[in-house]
């Protein structure tokens, strides 16, 4: 089924939805909402997605990378795949993960587009909903151009960097969400990665809980 075979059984306003993000949009805030040098705590958030059904699972760790909390949501999804609102099917989960911890991260990275997006992505979403500094990784990029092979920019104006964290591997798209900066969007994506993993060690940890849940709730 395509997008507006979708669009059409689920009866969306698609419109609305992007007046919706792009009003959003404008509280993103590109400065860094404190020293990220003296983060204590890092969350990161991995879901998975079996059939109607969505695991939202979230760790903390320190910069030891020992993980301090984790949490997971199993919901049911109620919006269709639709490549730019992404959000809307996976963020009610993300969200009620994220309430159930006992304590906030100073910062979220999250698997999916930041600033990078068209009007309003995954992780600029989540930032401006939970009121936490989030940085966005996309393994694909669909909007913006490649300047010398490491700037994203779209509209004349840097608003992601490209990372080759892993020899012969595709790179990652780094793009803040919202309450970081580009640069320190890059560089602690950058400091967090642990050979021979090609995401940063916090993901990688939410990867391997969000499996663990999975395997448990036997899903």
Request: proline letters at 5%; glycine letters at 6%; one cysteine or more.
């Given at each position: 089924?395509?997008?507006?075979?979708?669009?059409?059984?689920y009866g969306l306003d698609i419109e609305?939805?992007?007046?919706?993000?792009?009003?959003?949009?404008?509280?993103?805030?590109?400065?860094?909402?404190?020293?990220?040098?003296?983060?204590?705590?890092?969350?990161?958030?991995?879901n998975i997605l079996v059939g109607n059904?969505?695991?939202?699972?979230?760790?903390?760790?320190?910069?030891?990378?020992?993980?301090?909390?984790?949490?997971?949501?199993?919901?049911?999804?109620?919006?269709?795949?639709?490549?730019?609102?992404?959000?809307?099917?996976?963020?009610?989960?993300?969200?009620?993960?994220?309430?159930?911890?006992?304590?906030?991260?100073?910062?979220?990275?999250?698997?999916?587009?930041?600033?990078?997006?068209?009007?309003?992505?995954?992780?600029?979403?989540?930032?401006?909903?939970?009121?936490?500094?989030?940085?966005?990784?996309?393994?694909?990029?669909?909007?913006?151009?490649?300047?010398?092979?490491?700037?994203?920019?779209?509209?004349?104006?840097?608003?992601?960097?490209?990372?080759?964290?892993?020899?012969?591997?595709?790179?990652?798209?780094?793009?803040?969400?919202?309450?970081?900066?580009?640069?320190?969007?890059?560089?602690?994506?950058?400091?967090?990665?642990?050979?021979?993993?090609?995401?940063?060690?916090?993901?990688?940890?939410?990867?391997?809980?969000?499996?663990?849940?999975?395997?448990?709730?036997?899903?």
């Amino acid at each position: 089924m395509d997008e507006q075979e979708l669009i059409k059984k689920y009866g969306l306003d698609i419109e609305a939805l992007k007046k919706e993000q792009i009003k959003m949009a404008k509280s993103i805030i590109l400065k860094d909402a404190m020293d990220f040098s003296l983060i204590s705590r890092i969350g990161a958030i991995e879901n998975i997605l079996v059939g109607n059904s969505i695991i939202s699972a979230i760790i903390i760790c320190d910069k030891e990378f020992n993980i301090l909390e984790q949490q997971y949501f199993l919901d049911k999804l109620r919006f269709p795949y639709l490549s730019e609102f992404r959000s809307y099917r996976e963020l009610p989960a993300m969200i009620q993960a994220f309430n159930k911890l006992n304590e906030r991260p100073d910062l979220v990275i999250i698997k999916g587009h930041g600033v990078t997006h068209p009007r309003l992505g995954l992780a600029s979403h989540f930032a401006l909903l939970s009121n936490t500094p989030t940085i966005g990784i996309a393994e694909k990029l669909f909007d913006g151009d490649i300047i010398e092979k490491e700037d994203i920019t779209k509209d004349n104006k840097k608003v992601g960097m490209v990372l080759q964290t892993k020899e012969k591997a595709n790179p990652l798209y780094v793009s803040p969400g919202s309450g970081v900066s580009l640069v320190s969007a890059y560089n602690l994506v950058r400091n967090n990665v642990i050979p021979p993993h090609k995401l940063p060690q916090p993901l990688h940890l939410a990867h391997k809980y969000a499996r663990q849940v999975k395997n448990e709730l036997k899903l």
